[in-house]
């Protein structure tokens, strides 16, 4: 995706934060050199061919952005914030990326349009097989955290903001 | 707060699921100026300003890590 849009005009770029889920094998980042490291890998396994760029140890970029484990900007030329989501989901992106694109070319031919803001509710597919596999490379204790995390917070209400497909 | 105490705060080494998602909603809305940092360039280790990527074109900005 990020190849097609190039030549597009957008590009694509990834921001390295902190370990998520940290575990054994990829435990909490205590030097940059570390963090370089497990950027390092992370973009052997998973065959990033975007810009990576890692961020310094106290998370600076992380923070401004909203600090989410994995959360996307579409940012315009120029420096507009035009689209953001709490969680990267490639079809939404896209989406996203289309809708910018022909607005843009839909006003090139003349058409007259002005501009509104919306938000919507994103559904993501989940592999949850996928993640475990996840948290296993991180190691066992990335593992024990997470189900942890998730006895918890199956006792508490559901997460609030949170909107089911069925509503 | 010390820059030690701050890297082991943000870096935590147990993950206990408090993510702010629902301050993530009004925390730079669409329509805001994107903020600009320096980061580092893992091929190269050259500093990199993220505007120098939105000077040229449009950018999408992914964050995450391996784990």
């Given amino acids: ?167 | 707060m010390d820059e030690e105490t701050e890297i082991e705060i943000y870096n935590y080494s147990e993950f206990v699921g408090s993510e702010e998602f629902m301050t993530f909603r009004t925390h730079l809305p669409v329509g805001s100026s994107a903020p600009d940092c320096e980061a580092k360039l893992l091929e190269t280790g050259q500093p990199v300003k993220l505007s120098e990527y939105w000077k040229k074109s449009d950018v999408l900005i992914e964050f995450g890590s391996f784990t």
């Fill in chain 1, 1 to 167: 995706m990020a190849r097609e849009f190039a030549s597009k005009g957008v590009n694509f770029i990834f921001v390295y934060t902190r370990e998520a889920h940290p575990g054994e094998n990829y435990p909490a980042h205590r030097s940059f050199e570390q963090k370089l490291d497990h950027a390092r890998a992370f973009k052997g396994e998973f065959k990033v061919e975007r810009p990576l760029l890692v961020d310094d140890l106290t998370g600076t970029a992380h923070k401004l952005y909203g600090s989410l484990p994995n959360m996307t900007y579409l940012i315009s030329r120029g420096g507009k914030v035009l689209f953001r989501a709490d969680w990267t989901d490639p079809p939404t992106i896209e989406y996203t990326i289309n809708y910018v694109l022909d607005s843009r070319a839909r006003r090139r031919e003349g058409l007259r349009l002005a501009p509104f803001y919306a938000e919507f509710a994103g559904y993501r597919w989940n592999d949850p097989a996928k993640f475990q596999e996840g948290l296993a490379r991180a190691g066992q204790q990335a593992v024990d955290d997470f189900s942890r995390a998730m006895e918890k917070r199956l006792k508490q209400p559901l997460r609030p903001g949170r909107i089911e497909l069925s509503e």
